[in-house]
C-alpha cells in the first residue's frame, strides 16, 4: 500500500540530500504531488527548509511524516543517554524479540 501525504502537510527528510545541502530530519511542506506509473515510485514537491523559494522534488521514500521523526528522535535522544552495559543488553533483548517473531510465523 502505497502512503500518500496530504498537500501542505509537514514532512522531514529521510535521508540526506547533499546535492541540495539538506539532511536527514530537515522539514519542509508538500506542495505537490506526483502519481506515477505502476512500479514507479509516487513523488513530492517540497518547499521550505528555510530556503525561501526553492522548491526540490523528491520520491515518497525520501520522506517520513514529521510526527514519526519526531517519535523517532525522542527514542534514539534516550537510548543515547544509556550506558554501554545497557546497550548491549538492550541490543540482545531485542535481538531476541526479533527471533520469536520470525519463530511465530
Excluded: C
Amino acid at each position: 500500500m502505497k502512503v500518500q501525504y496530504p498537500l501542505f502537510s509537514q514532512v522531514a527528510l529521510a535521508q540526506d540530500l547533499p546535492e541540495y545541502n539538506l539532511k536527514r530530519g530537515d522539514v519542509a511542506t508538500i506542495v505537490e504531488y506526483y502519481h506515477k506509473a505502476e512500479g514507479e515510485e509516487d513523488g513530492y514537491s517540497l518547499e521550505g527548509f528555510d530556503v525561501p523559494q526553492v522548491t526540490i522534488e523528491v520520491a515518497a521514500s525520501q520522506i517520513i511524516p514529521l510526527v514519526q521523526w519526531q517519535r523517532e528522535e525522542i527514542i534514539l535522544r534516550k537510548l543515547r543517554q544509556l550506558s554501554e552495559l545497557r546497550q548491549q543488553q538492550l541490543e540482545e533483548y531485542l535481538d531476541f524479540l526479533l527471533q520469536r517473531e520470525k519463530i511465530a510465523k
